[in-house]
């Protein structure tokens, strides 16, 4: 207990463990009518990436079937997989985006 002169008010020293959240990774899955430019565009829009890194992220998914676009807490992955689907039905692609383990 350490009286740090703020007037009356005591402040008793403690140590409080934060837990880092859970990440969920976010997932783009291929399919064979999305245009790659779309993606790309998904990709700088939605989760941050530069050119570069999109245009590399899309390739794997279209080589490999899917890749990680980026690992977020629950909640923040949640909604990035709901706007990312809102987003490809309003412009009629068929993209599909998932969250690990849920
Ligand atoms: N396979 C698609 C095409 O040839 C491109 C594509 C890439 C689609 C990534 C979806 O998540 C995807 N046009």
Do not use: S
Not at 4 to 15: A, Q, S
Not at 45 to 68: D, P, R, S
């Amino acid at each position: 207990q350490k009286d740090h002169g703020h007037g009356d008010v005591l402040e008793l020293e403690r140590t409080v463990v934060v837990e880092p959240p859970p990440l969920y990774k976010v997932w783009l899955l291929n399919d064979d009518y999305t245009p790659m430019d779309f993606v790309v565009t998904v990709l700088t829009e939605f989760f941050y990436k530069n050119l570069e890194q999109a245009e590399q992220i899309m390739l794997k998914v279209h080589h490999e079937g899917k890749a990680v676009c980026g690992e977020y807490p629950r909640d923040v992955a949640e909604t990035k997989v709901v706007r990312v689907a809102r987003y490809a039905r309003a412009h009629g692609h068929p993209l599909q985006c998932v969250m690990e383990g849920v």
